[in-house]
């Protein structure tokens, strides 16, 4: 696998990285990981993506790392751990009790990096003290626990735009972690979160280019259900299915294929519950960036409907069982 340099953390990371969000999503569960771990890391990728509040992700990712006893830069997120009713973003002594937990189910004594989860949410966590100078508790325990040697890097991860690049611009972080707004049709961060990181030679993680699953197969559903969907975004997606069929590609190829052509990007994380998704997006990786011709026709069509309506949810979801996401890890 070919390889890039994680911003100034130094760190060569392959192109592709493992998003272990739904890892033990899969049929088999939590016993599901090892595999994928294992098969990952023969593939060369060698970065590892989980957060605390990814439910059991974080402690299986751990648990299976220990299991392959490879070497693997691992990624968490500071944030809620499961169930946590209490969680306050600026209660210092709380944030260092939930990193020991991310410490014990990651089964390390360092974190390679550490980001803070959604400060880009005004509202949902209330991270810092005011949204101009964006200082706060959570900022000065990650410089206190890089000082000590706990935690190698600090990272933001989040999927909003504006908020998180001027968050990118404090020049306080070492990487980004940006999603739902990297894929084909929807591209917001390109213009806002990755130049801001770029500005301070941030690692750049570009997570989701499947939309969490709305791209990974034709849901003829958008033709019919989910009655959000604007007639705009309905012939778009139309006119996306048309092209993988017309290429004989199959979409989430295509969107891994297109993300890897993202300028200013450091690594793609792929987010598999098993060893066949892993594969696939391995071998899309393998062939590289898409086409000129597909890549021309993508951005005909992304140019169809380049913003949000107003009426589509961030979730998203389709009305059809075999959609899993996102949301809950079904």
Same mark, same amino acid.
Not at 299 to 308: G, K, T
């Given at each position: ?315 998203? @979801? ?11 890890? @079904?």
């Amino acid at each position: 696998m070919k390889k890039r340099i994680l911003g100034r953390t130094g760190l060569e990371v392959g192109e592709l990285s493992l998003g272990a969000a739904f890892v033990t999503g899969g049929e088999d569960g939590y016993k599901g990981t090892l595999p994928v771990v294992r098969r990952a890391l023969e593939l060369g990728i060698n970065l590892a993506d989980t957060s605390a509040d990814y439910g059991d992700s974080e402690e299986a990712l751990g648990w299976a790392l220990s299991e392959v006893d490879k070497p693997c830069i691992v990624s968490t997120k500071l944030g809620p751990t499961p169930g946590m009713t209490d969680f306050d973003a600026k209660n210092k002594d709380q944030l260092r009790r939930i990193v020991d937990l991310c410490l014990k189910n990651l089964r390390r004594d360092v974190v390679d990096v550490m980001m803070v989860h959604e400060p880009d949410r005004p509202g949902q966590f209330d991270w810092y003290d005011d949204d101009i100078s964006f200082h706060g508790p959570v900022v000065e325990l990650l410089q206190e626990l890089k000082d000590e040697g706990v935690i190698k890097f600090t990272g933001i991860g989040g999927t909003g735009v504006h908020e998180l690049a001027r968050i990118c611009d404090t020049g306080w972080y070492d990487v980004v972690l940006t999603a739902f707004n990297s894929s084909p049709l929807w591209r917001d961060s390109l213009s806002t979160v990755i130049p801001a990181a770029n500005r301070h030679n941030m690692g750049v993680f570009l997570a989701s280019p499947t939309q969490q699953g709305w791209l990974v197969k034709k849901y003829e559903e958008v033709y019919t259900g989910a009655r959000w969907l604007t007639r705009e975004r309905r012939e778009q997606l139309k006119a996306l299915y048309d092209l993988v069929e017309e290429f004989d590609m199959e979409l989430p190829v295509l969107c891994l294929r297109w993300a890897l052509a993202v300028e200013g990007v450091s690594t793609v994380l792929t987010g598999p519950r098993n060893v066949a998704q892993l594969e696939q997006n391995f071998k899309a990786v393998e062939q590289g960036p898409l086409p000129e011709e597909v890549s021309s026709r993508l951005d005909e069509i992304y140019q169809m409907l380049p913003y949000r309506p107003y009426e589509e949810p961030s979730g998203c @979801r389709i009305p059809h069982d075999a959609y899993w996401g996102p949301g809950p890890v @079904r």
